[in-house]
Protein backbone atom coordinates (compact mmCIF):
# COMPACT_ATOMS: atom_id res chain seq x y z
CA UNK A 1 0.00 0.00 0.00
CA UNK A 2 1.39 3.04 -1.09
CA UNK A 3 2.20 5.45 1.67
CA UNK A 4 2.91 9.35 1.63
CA UNK A 5 4.34 11.50 4.25
CA UNK A 6 4.33 15.44 3.64
CA UNK A 7 6.34 17.64 6.38
CA UNK A 8 7.84 21.56 6.39
CA UNK A 9 4.75 23.23 6.54
CA UNK A 10 4.33 26.08 9.27
CA UNK A 11 3.65 29.94 9.48
CA UNK A 12 5.45 32.48 7.51
CA UNK A 13 5.25 35.88 6.78
CA UNK A 14 3.98 36.90 3.16
CA UNK A 15 7.05 36.98 0.64
CA UNK A 16 9.34 34.06 3.26
CA UNK A 17 9.87 30.79 2.20
CA UNK A 18 9.77 27.05 2.92
CA UNK A 19 10.60 23.66 1.62
CA UNK A 20 7.89 20.86 1.75
CA UNK A 21 9.52 17.33 1.49
CA UNK A 22 7.27 14.12 0.69
CA UNK A 23 8.52 10.76 1.98
CA UNK A 24 6.75 7.75 -0.11
CA UNK A 25 6.96 4.09 0.38
CA UNK A 26 5.42 0.90 -1.01
CA UNK A 27 5.97 1.52 -4.23
CA UNK A 28 8.36 1.84 -7.21
CA UNK A 29 9.16 5.38 -7.10
CA UNK A 30 10.87 5.95 -10.39
CA UNK A 31 7.97 4.23 -12.32
CA UNK A 32 5.39 7.44 -11.28
CA UNK A 33 5.56 11.43 -12.04
CA UNK A 34 5.08 12.79 -8.59
CA UNK A 35 3.51 16.00 -7.84
CA UNK A 36 1.80 18.59 -5.39
CA UNK A 37 -1.57 19.01 -4.41
CA UNK A 38 -3.48 22.01 -2.46
CA UNK A 39 -6.46 22.42 -0.22
CA UNK A 40 -7.41 25.71 1.41
CA UNK A 41 -10.29 25.89 3.22
CA UNK A 42 -13.80 25.57 1.64
CA UNK A 43 -12.33 25.09 -1.68
CA UNK A 44 -11.19 22.00 -3.40
CA UNK A 45 -7.95 20.30 -3.45
CA UNK A 46 -5.99 21.73 -6.39
CA UNK A 47 -2.85 20.67 -8.44
CA UNK A 48 0.22 22.74 -7.62
CA UNK A 49 3.16 21.05 -9.67
CA UNK A 50 4.80 17.71 -11.35
CA UNK A 51 7.88 16.23 -11.89
CA UNK A 52 8.50 13.36 -14.26
CA UNK A 53 9.89 10.13 -13.04
CA UNK A 54 13.55 10.96 -13.81
CA UNK A 55 13.01 14.38 -12.77
CA UNK A 56 13.30 15.98 -16.24
CA UNK A 57 9.90 17.37 -16.85
CA UNK A 58 8.23 19.96 -14.37
CA UNK A 59 4.88 21.86 -14.65
CA UNK A 60 3.44 23.94 -12.69
CA UNK A 61 -0.18 25.72 -12.39
CA UNK A 62 0.14 29.17 -13.40
CA UNK A 63 -0.79 30.92 -9.76
CA UNK A 64 2.82 29.22 -8.71
CA UNK A 65 5.00 29.65 -11.69
CA UNK A 66 8.64 31.20 -11.16
CA UNK A 67 8.06 31.10 -7.25
CA UNK A 68 7.77 27.98 -6.74
CA UNK A 69 10.32 24.47 -7.92
CA UNK A 70 9.70 21.31 -7.56
CA UNK A 71 12.64 18.62 -7.37
CA UNK A 72 12.56 14.84 -6.23
CA UNK A 73 15.75 12.80 -5.08
CA UNK A 74 14.84 8.77 -6.17
CA UNK A 75 17.36 7.58 -3.83
CA UNK A 76 15.26 8.70 -0.92
CA UNK A 77 12.15 8.14 -2.24
CA UNK A 78 11.43 11.97 -1.72
CA UNK A 79 9.48 14.76 -3.76
CA UNK A 80 10.15 18.55 -2.53
CA UNK A 81 8.80 21.76 -3.53
CA UNK A 82 10.81 24.95 -2.41
CA UNK A 83 8.49 27.60 -1.97
CA UNK A 84 9.78 31.33 -2.26
CA UNK A 85 7.52 34.99 -2.65
CA UNK A 86 4.74 33.00 -0.70
CA UNK A 87 1.53 34.98 -0.74
CA UNK A 88 -1.15 35.08 1.37
CA UNK A 89 -3.06 32.80 -0.98
CA UNK A 90 -0.87 30.03 -0.56
CA UNK A 91 -2.24 29.41 2.64
CA UNK A 92 -3.27 25.83 2.23
CA UNK A 93 -2.45 21.85 3.39
CA UNK A 94 -0.45 21.27 0.89
CA UNK A 95 -0.23 17.04 -0.14
CA UNK A 96 1.70 14.92 -2.53
CA UNK A 97 0.71 12.13 -4.53
CA UNK A 98 1.71 10.49 -8.09
CA UNK A 99 0.38 12.67 -10.87
CA UNK A 100 -0.90 11.14 -14.09
CA UNK A 101 0.78 13.48 -16.70
CA UNK A 102 -1.96 15.47 -19.02
CA UNK A 103 -4.67 15.77 -16.95
CA UNK A 104 -2.31 16.44 -13.83
CA UNK A 105 -4.87 14.24 -11.38
CA UNK A 106 -4.04 12.11 -8.54
CA UNK A 107 -2.59 8.80 -9.26
CA UNK A 108 -3.18 7.09 -6.28
CA UNK A 109 -6.29 6.73 -3.90
CA UNK A 110 -4.67 7.41 -0.35
CA UNK A 111 -3.38 10.55 0.60
CA UNK A 112 -1.22 11.43 3.50
CA UNK A 113 -2.29 13.68 6.73
CA UNK A 114 -0.76 16.93 4.40
CA UNK A 115 1.44 19.77 5.83
CA UNK A 116 -0.42 22.98 6.59
CA UNK A 117 1.13 26.16 5.05
CA UNK A 118 0.26 29.45 6.52
CA UNK A 119 1.48 32.45 4.97
CA UNK A 120 0.50 35.61 6.97
CA UNK A 121 0.32 39.52 5.50
Known amino acids: QVQLVESGGGLVQAGGSLRLSCAAS????????MGWFRQAPGKERDFVATIGSRGGYTYYTEAVRGRFTISRDNAKNTVYLQMNSLKPEDTAVYYC??????????????WGQGTQVTVSS
Open 26 to 33: GLTFTDYA
Open 97 to 110: NGVLLGNYIPTFRS
